[in-house]
Nanobody, 122 residues
């Protein structure tokens, strides 16, 4: 599976960015997808997920500001990031998701592609 994230950049606090991730090598329409981020010294965290049926979920830190969506015809998942804050600064990655049988939480599935850097200045 290949995952190609793009759309990052340097923006000021309060501005917006839209990330895109093109996925190939899998049956995209059948996969739950997620956006993760990792900042220096921190673990990679799931910030937004979208299921096969377009159900979405968000980390508390981005709820109300970020919107995840997908276009199955284009094998692409998007992350609209509004009202950006300096603490949103990180490298953002997309990945397929698999739900843990034990906890029911989503975990990343498979390899990681190249992320895209988002930097929010104060």
């Amino acid at each position: 599976v290949q995952l190609q994230a793009s759309g990052g950049g340097l923006v000021q606090t309060g501005r917006f960015l839209r990330l895109s991730c093109i996925v190939s090598g899998t049956t995209f329409w059948s996969q739950a997808m997620g956006w993760f981020r990792q900042s220096p010294g921190n673990q990679r965290e799931l910030v937004a997920s979208i299921g096969r049926g377009d159900g979405t979920d968000y980390a508390d830190s981005v709820k109300g500001r970020f919107i995840i969506s997908r276009d199955n015809a284009k094998n692409t998942v998007y992350l609209q990031m509004n009202e950006l804050k300096p603490e949103d600064t990180a490298v953002y990655y997309c990945n397929q998701l698999v739900r843990s049988l034990g906890s029911g939480k989503y975990n990343p599935r498979g390899n990681w592609g190249r992320g895209t850097q988002v930097t929010v200045s104060s």
